[in-house]
């Protein structure tokens, strides 16, 4: 065990103690007297010492030190009472300390990081043993707190789990706590008064992985767009990585992989996620998986047995597995023994007597007269009550209806069928036979004719489904034909495409079949619908099983066998290619090295793996791969796919490039064989590509396949299923990554923006709407983000998401009059009024912000102030809209003199003049403002100008155009309420300007006051009071300091570089003002 540093002196200690290894840092050393042969006096004298010298009166004969060279304190470490127990501390530390230590220059230092690391390891051990005792421990509770603390994340950002472990900076590690949490990993350490904080969304992460480096032997490494990032010293690593692994498995298929999500009711509730869970889940998964069942099917127990195994006459060591509607087995020996017992075959499960012999039997019976003995099963009176519970339940929601009339009719092929019935009567004919070794050879050799539609169904269990659904095809064919739709135009496109060179196509009641089978399916899964390959997968399927039984194969295949194959993006199939150029690089190292770009080979396999062979084998040899696969599942098809590379090694390797590599695979896969067929050969679908102009070498199916199966049959299932996991978020990143550059593609031609730029407001753009997703409950107005949808349209943000953005990366912040703003920009680009914007819109307005002309932003501002931007019911209640509309017919006040007042009225009648003929040769293309939208642009300039360096002349001038803009209106209100303007200016103006706080346009004024200035300048009541974008625009140009503020280059790049710091930090805040009023209310 790992013990609490305390220094000690060896001087006095030399004799008690012998070392058994050493290194630079640390030694390791024996108790003397322990396991010494004829030192009994020795170990009695030690003894005495020990209860004299120590505080305990036994001391661990084993023991570690640390010692810092050239210094004469020492740390004991560890301690272990055996010597295996004392060399694993030691191989730990060799592994993950002591090639560390040498980057630290002071001695001080390395004394304090390994001791440092010590403490971590003992909380962690602590808090594992405290897990295991109680459902949530106090340790558990208190790295709660200090998470909260530390990330100042909402409430809704659940804690899973945490580790001591160190993070690599460079050379350099910082030993501090990784906290996993449901959508964050996050790192914190404080280490020689540094303090270091990490946040990496599991959605950020693009590669997570097993590595080493030049000090340490194992790491994690993780991944993201810029950055790798190192954590290392783990006390138990293939546990933190196996839930790190699922965290950002779940994460990204959760947030991601929208087709997944409404199949995965887990997915939906994040916040219920914990480490149990997790755990849980991979059990559950690996379950089904293993026994290719359907993903609704709820592990509920996993138990220790051994089974009875007839053939063998013992019992086989193994697991049971209890789910919802089976009783599963696997040997411990992989492979060596698997059983399904589906529950509705079951006819009884009774408890045997208890015998030192036979410890905790019992009994299950099946309908096939056959009986299956489990023994050593722990807990066995739940186990069973809970096993005849759900055998009632299964038995009330599917009532029996069994035929056992096919079981008579096998009689050809007769080597082959001899062998089959031989194995039927040892091992079991029904879907709950004894599948072993033995079976697996038999399938190699290939299944016959008369036999294989019938073991189809039982190696996929599609006969459960088709005996639990009586009726049900035949009510999916009656509500499906007929209906005209998109997908039935491409099964129609498709029909006579289907294995067109065999003769059960080329008539119509085998396009009829094949039609009603695709269409049925269609409408039992319309999230799957119909893809292609489908109809040349069905067309086999019919050739050897009945109309019925091939749609329950199909589902066996689409939603079971190949899961997330047949959908709209292939999520599934990518992963196994992807899946598949691993295993490339493992077994075939040298052909992938040869093959610089082993992608360009996985798109050439894509269709083995989509069509299962089908399309590009002669049909009596590609049969034998579908046999292998309804007994292995898709491992058969990854070794398989091997077998074939490796016996077109030389050729790939020969090519020049893809085309030739395609051409040599072609051949050799055209001119395989099946020397066992009856029927006459049937060509493949890439025939063509072997006009040979010499004979070419064929191969039989059977020697390929038993090749396979010998070189390449080692993968496990929960191998595979972890490759699956591993490269899925390879994938999905690689869709993420596709969607951004096309948006930007899209966007940048259109915009002055840079594109380094552009790429950073999109990461920011997206994690707004994920930050959404990670802590808020889903809304109607914000949908998740959905792959199918075009690529400038996944992402989409509503406005209160705008909000955050405008905040963080709009130039023109306001103070509190900010969010009114942001809140009118959303109106005015939410064209469709489907309360969402999409990134192009966001960034367009943005353009014209930071990059715009003088004109093209006063327009931008402009149209911010009449609607749809402004409306009724603004939010801004401190706005003069609320009040009665001001006068403009009383004195408007400058700070001129007498006479340049007077010139200044000569001015404004020239500049009205020439608006006027500019407004008839111009069509005008924004209304009108109003006096009360007016004063609301103005309050907006206003609060623009607020905390800019030359606030007072800004102040100064907006003053002046506001009340030239002011008389303007005026003006043009006389005009249309009497038809002349003869009112010139013969008024003096007299009155000194006003301060913006005292300007009466944005002064708040009382009730009586208004009345008060009502009576002495009374309003007129003809005519409305405009102003045109013109009118503005030139009279902002009249003054200097104003276009000088809208002119001056802006630069984003430090608001980008702010927003990544602040984005977190606002959306917390934003969140914490909305959970105080539910705080007040539940405190009252």
Same mark, same amino acid.
């Given at each position: 065990?790992?013990?609490?540093?305390?220094?000690?002196?060896?001087?006095?200690?030399?004799?008690?103690?012998?070392?058994?290894?050493?290194?630079?840092?640390?030694?390791?050393?024996?108790?003397?007297?322990?396991?010494?042969?004829?030192?009994?006096?020795?170990?009695?004298?030690?003894g005495?010492l020990?209860?004299?010298?120590?505080?305990?009166?036994?001391?661990?004969?084993?023991?570690?030190?640390?010692?810092?060279?050239?210094?004469?304190?020492?740390?004991?470490?560890?301690?272990?009472?055996?010597?295996?127990?004392i060399?694993?501390?030691?191989?730990?530390?060799?592994?993950?300390?002591?090639?560390?230590?040498?980057?630290?220059?002071?001695?001080?230092?390395?004394?304090?990081?390994?001791?440092?690391?010590?403490?971590?390891?003992?909380?962690?051990?602590?808090?594992?043993?405290?897990?295991?005792?109680?459902?949530?421990?106090?340790?558990?509770?208190?790295?709660?707190?200090? +998470?909260? #603390?530390? /990330?100042?994340? $909402?409430?809704? *950002?659940? =804690?899973?789990?945490?580790?001591? @472990?160190?993070? !690599?900076?460079?050379?350099v590690?910082?030993?501090?706590?990784?906290?996993?949490?449901?959508?964050?990993?996050?790192?914190y350490?404080?280490?020689?008064?540094?303090?270091?904080?990490?946040?990496?969304?599991?959605?950020?992460?693009?590669?997570?992985?097993?590595?080493?480096?030049?000090?340490?032997?194992?790491?994690?490494?993780?991944?993201?767009?810029?950055?790798?990032?190192?954590?290392?010293?783990?006390?138990?690593?293939?546990?933190?990585?196996?839930?790190?692994e699922?965290?950002?498995?779940?994460?990204?298929?959760?947030?991601?992989?929208?087709?997944?999500?409404?199949?995965?009711?887990?997915?939906?509730?994040?916040s219920?996620?914990?480490?149990?869970?997790?755990?849980?889940?991979?059990?559950?998964?690996? +379950?089904? #998986?293993? /026994?290719?069942? $359907?993903?609704? *099917?709820? =592990?509920?127990?996993?138990?220790? @047995?051994?089974? !009875?195994?007839?053939?063998?006459?013992?019992?086989?060591?193994?697991?049971?597995?209890?789910?919802?509607?089976?009783?599963?087995?696997?040997?411990?020996?992989?492979?060596?023994?698997?059983?399904i017992?589906?529950?509705?075959?079951?006819?009884?499960?009774?408890?045997?007597?208890?015998?030192?012999?036979?410890?905790?039997?019992?009994?299950?019976?099946?309908?096939?007269?056959?009986?299956?003995?489990?023994?050593?099963?722990?807990?066995?009176?739940?186990?069973?009550?809970?096993?005849?519970?759900?055998?009632?339940?299964?038995?009330?929601?599917?009532?029996?209806?069994?035929?056992?009339?096919?079981?008579?009719?096998?009689?050809?092929?007769?080597?082959?069928?001899?062998?089959?019935?031989?194995?039927?009567?040892?091992?079991?004919?029904?879907?709950?036979?004894?599948?072993? *070794?033995?079976?697996?050879?038999?399938?190699?050799?290939?299944?016959?004719?008369?036999?294989?539609?019938r073991?189809?169904?039982?190696?996929?269990?599609?006969?459960t489904?088709?005996?639990?659904?009586?009726?049900?095809?035949?009510?999916?064919?009656?509500?499906?034909?007929?209906?005209?739709?998109?997908?039935?135009?491409?099964?129609?496109?498709?029909?006579?495409?289907?294995?067109?060179?065999?003769?059960?196509?080329?008539?119509?009641?085998?396009?009829?079949?094949?039609?009603?089978?695709?269409t049925?399916?269609?409408h039992?899964?319309?999230?799957?619908?119909?893809?292609?390959?489908?109809?040349?997968?069905?067309?086999?399927l019919?050739?050897?099983?009945?109309?019925?039984?091939?749609?329950?194969?199909?589902?066996?295949?689409?939603?079971?066998?190949?899961?997330?194959?047949?959908?709209?993006?292939?999520?599934?199939?990518?992963?196994?290619?992807s899946?598949?150029?691993?295993?490339?690089?493992?077994?075939?190292?040298?052909?992938?090295?040869?093959?610089?770009?082993?992608?360009?080979?996985?798109?050439?396999?894509?269709?083995?793996?989509?069509?299962?062979?089908?399309?590009?084998?002669?049909?009596?040899?590609?049969?034998?791969?579908?046999?292998?696969?309804?007994?292995?599942?898709?491992?058969?098809?990854f070794?398989?796919?091997?077998?074939?590379?490796?016996a077109?090694?030389?050729?790939?390797?020969?090519?020049?490039?893809?085309?030739?590599?395609?051409?040599?695979l072609s051949?050799?896969?055209?001119?395989?064989?099946?020397?066992?067929?009856?029927g006459?050969?049937?060509?493949?679908?890439?025939?063509?590509?072997?006009?040979?102009?010499?004979?070419?070498?064929?191969?039989?199916?059977?020697?390929?396949?038993?090749?396979?199966?010998?070189?390449?049959?080692?993968?496990?299932?929960?191998?595979?299923?972890?490759?699956?996991?591993?490269?899925?978020?390879?994938?999905?990143?690689?869709?993420?990554?596709?969607?951004?550059?096309?948006?930007?593609?899209?966007?940048?031609?259109?915009?002055?923006?840079?594109?380094?730029?552009?790429?950073?407001?999109?990461?920011?753009?997206?994690?707004?709407?994920?930050?959404?997703?990670?802590?808020?409950?889903?809304?109607?107005?914000?949908?998740?983000?959905?792959?199918?949808?075009?690529?400038?349209?996944?992402?989409?943000?509503?406005?209160?998401q705008?909000?955050?953005l405008?905040?963080?990366?709009?130039?023109?912040?306001?103070g509190?009059?900010?969010?009114?703003?942001?809140?009118?920009?959303?109106?005015l680009?939410?064209?469709?009024?489907?309360?969402?914007?999409?990134?192009?819109?966001?960034?367009?307005?943005?353009?014209?912000?930071?990059?715009?002309?003088?004109?093209?932003?006063?327009?931008?501002?402009?149209?911010?102030?009449?609607?749809?931007?402004?409306?009724?019911?603004?939010?801004?209640?401190?706005?003069?809209?609320?009040?009665?509309?001001?006068?403009?017919?009383?004195?408007?006040?400058?700070?001129?003199?007498?006479?340049?007042?007077?010139?200044?009225?000569?001015?404004?009648?020239?500049?009205?003049?020439?608006?006027?003929?500019?407004?008839?040769?111009?069509?005008?293309?924004?209304?009108k403002?109003?006096?009360?939208?007016?004063?609301?642009?103005?309050?907006?300039?206003?609060?623009?100008?607020?905390?800019?360096?030359?606030?007072?002349?800004?102040?100064?001038?907006?003053?002046?155009?506001?009340?030239?803009?002011?008389?303007?209106?005026?003006?043009?209100?006389?005009?249309?309420?009497?038809?002349?303007?003869?009112?010139?200016?013969?008024?003096?103006?007299?009155?000194?300007?006003?301060s913006?706080?005292?300007?009466?346009?944005?002064?708040?004024?009382?009730?009586?006051?208004?009345?008060?200035?009502?009576?002495?300048?009374?309003e007129?009541?003809?005519?409305?009071?405009?102003?045109?974008?013109?009118?503005?625009?030139?009279?902002?140009?009249?003054?200097?300091s104003?276009?000088?503020?809208?002119?001056?280059?802006?630069?984003?790049?430090?608001?980008?570089?702010?927003?990544?710091?602040?984005?977190?930090?606002?959306?917390?805040?934003?969140?914490?003002?909305?959970?105080?009023?539910?705080?007040?209310?539940?405190?009252?």
């Amino acid at each position: 065990m790992w013990l609490k540093p305390e220094e000690v002196l060896l001087k006095n200690a030399l004799k008690l103690w012998v070392t058994q290894k050493s290194s630079c840092y640390f030694i390791l050393q024996r108790r003397r007297g322990h396991g010494e042969g004829g030192g009994r006096l020795t170990g009695r004298l030690v003894g005495a010492l020990d209860a004299v010298l120590d505080s305990n009166a036994r001391v661990a004969p084993f023991r570690i030190l640390l010692q810092v060279p050239g210094s004469q304190v020492y740390s004991p470490i560890a301690c272990g009472a055996t010597l295996e127990e004392i060399n694993q501390h030691w191989d730990w530390l060799e592994q993950n300390l002591l090639h560390t230590l040498s980057v630290f220059d002071n001695k001080d230092d390395i004394a304090s990081f390994v001791k440092g690391k010590v403490k971590a390891l003992i909380a962690e051990e602590t808090s594992s043993r405290l897990a295991e005792q109680e459902e949530e421990p106090e340790k558990f509770r208190e790295a709660l707190v200090k +998470f909260e #603390a530390r /990330f100042n994340f $909402p409430e809704a *950002e659940k =804690l899973v789990t945490y580790y001591s @472990c160190c993070c !690599w900076k460079g050379r350099v590690p910082r030993q501090g706590w990784l906290y996993l949490s449901i959508n964050h990993l996050c790192f914190y350490s404080f280490f020689l008064g540094k303090e270091l904080k990490l946040v990496v969304p599991w959605v950020d992460i693009q590669k997570l992985e097993r590595t080493s480096n030049v000090f340490l032997t194992d790491t994690i490494r993780i991944t993201t767009q810029n950055k790798e990032r190192d954590f290392s010293m783990f006390l138990n690593l293939d546990e933190v990585f196996k839930i790190m692994e699922q965290l950002a498995d779940v994460t990204l298929r959760r947030l991601l992989d929208n087709e997944v999500f409404d199949l995965d009711p887990d997915l939906q509730e994040p916040s219920q996620i914990t480490k149990r869970d997790l755990e849980a889940r991979a059990q559950n998964e690996f +379950f089904r #998986a293993f /026994f290719r069942l $359907p993903r609704r *099917e709820r =592990l509920h127990a996993v138990v220790g @047995c051994s089974l !009875w195994t007839p053939f063998s006459r013992c019992h086989t060591v193994g697991r049971m597995f209890a789910s919802d509607r089976y009783v599963c087995f696997a040997s411990k020996e992989d492979g060596c023994c698997n059983v399904i017992l589906p529950l509705r075959e079951v006819v009884s499960i009774e408890k045997m007597e208890d015998t030192s012999l036979l410890p905790n039997p019992i009994i299950i019976s099946i309908r096939s007269k056959m009986a299956f003995q489990f023994i050593e099963l722990k807990d066995r009176d739940n186990l069973v009550e809970s096993l005849l519970m759900r055998l009632k339940q299964v038995h009330a929601n599917h009532p029996v209806h069994y035929d056992t009339s096919r079981d008579e009719d096998m009689s050809r092929e007769q080597i082959k069928i001899s062998l089959w019935n031989d194995h039927f009567v040892e091992y079991g004919r029904t879907v709950c036979m004894f599948r072993t *070794e033995k079976i697996r050879k038999l399938v190699a050799m290939g299944i016959p004719e008369s036999l294989r539609g019938r073991l189809w169904l039982l190696f996929s269990d599609a006969v459960t489904d088709l005996a639990s659904h009586p009726g049900y095809y035949g009510n999916l064919v009656e509500e499906s034909m007929g209906k005209c739709c998109l997908v039935t135009e491409e099964i129609e496109r498709d029909l006579h495409r289907s294995l067109p060179e065999h003769p059960a196509f080329q008539n119509e009641t085998g396009i009829a079949a094949l039609r009603r089978v695709l269409t049925a399916y269609a409408h039992r899964n319309p999230k799957i619908g119909y893809c292609q390959s489908m109809n040349i997968l069905t067309s086999v399927l019919l050739l050897y099983a009945k109309e019925e039984e091939a749609f329950w194969l199909l589902v066996a295949v689409c939603e079971r066998m190949l899961p997330d194959y047949f959908n709209h993006r292939v999520i599934g199939a990518q992963v196994d290619q992807s899946v598949f150029e691993e295993l490339i690089k493992e077994h075939l190292p040298e052909l992938a090295e040869h093959m610089n770009d082993l992608s360009a080979l996985a798109s050439i396999s894509l269709s083995w793996f989509l069509t299962l062979f089908l399309s590009i084998m002669p049909l009596e040899s590609a049969v034998s791969v579908v046999d292998c696969f309804f007994f292995d599942g898709i491992k058969a098809i990854f070794q398989l796919g091997l077998a074939v590379l490796e016996a077109n090694a030389q050729g790939l390797c020969s090519s020049k490039d893809d085309g030739q590599a395609l051409m040599v695979l072609s051949r050799f896969l055209d001119h395989i064989k099946n020397e066992d067929s009856p029927g006459p050969p049937v060509g493949s679908h890439h025939a063509f590509f072997s006009d040979d102009q010499e004979p070419y070498p064929g191969t039989d199916i059977a020697d390929l396949i038993r090749d396979s199966y010998e070189k390449f049959g080692d993968q496990s299932v929960e191998q595979i299923e972890h490759l699956r996991c591993k490269h899925r978020i390879r994938v999905l990143q690689g869709h993420e990554d596709t969607t951004k550059q096309n948006v930007l593609r899209v966007v940048i031609p259109e915009v002055s923006i840079p594109p380094e730029d552009l790429e950073e407001l999109y990461d920011l753009f997206k994690r707004e709407h994920m930050m959404s997703c990670y802590w808020e409950q889903p809304r109607p107005m914000a949908p998740r983000h959905d792959p199918s949808r075009p690529y400038a349209e996944q992402y989409r943000i509503d406005a209160r998401q705008f909000a955050h953005l405008f905040q963080l990366v709009s130039p023109w912040t306001c103070g509190a009059h900010t969010e009114i703003l942001a809140e009118r920009t959303f109106r005015l680009l939410d064209d469709n009024m489907d309360h969402l914007i999409e990134f192009k819109a966001f960034v367009s307005c943005l353009d014209v912000m930071y990059n715009g002309e003088m004109n093209e932003k006063i327009k931008l501002l402009y149209r911010l102030h009449i609607p749809p931007a402004l409306t009724e019911n603004d939010r801004d209640s401190q706005s003069p809209l609320k009040n009665p509309l001001l006068s403009t017919s009383r004195p408007l006040v400058f700070g001129k003199s007498n006479g340049d007042a007077a010139d200044y009225q000569k001015q404004l009648k020239q500049m009205i003049k020439d608006l006027a003929k500019e407004k008839d040769q111009t069509d005008k293309e924004l209304p009108k403002m109003s006096q009360r939208e007016f004063i609301q642009f103005c309050k907006t300039l206003y609060s623009m100008f607020h905390e800019d360096p030359e606030e007072n002349d800004l102040y100064q001038a907006i003053a002046t155009v506001t009340t030239l803009l002011l008389q303007i209106g005026e003006v043009g209100q006389r005009g249309s309420s009497s038809g002349s303007c003869s009112q010139e200016g013969g008024e003096e103006l007299r009155a000194p300007a006003l301060s913006p706080e005292q300007d009466s346009v944005f002064a708040d004024t009382s009730p009586g006051k208004i009345v008060q200035d009502s009576q002495t300048f009374p309003e007129e009541a003809e005519g409305d009071w405009t102003v045109s974008l013109e009118h503005i625009l030139a009279s902002l140009l009249t003054e200097q300091s104003l276009v000088n503020f809208f002119e001056k280059p802006l630069d984003i790049k430090s608001k980008l570089e702010n927003a990544k710091i602040n984005q977190y930090s606002l959306k917390t805040l934003e969140m914490s003002r909305q959970s105080q009023p539910e705080l007040k209310l539940s405190s009252l």
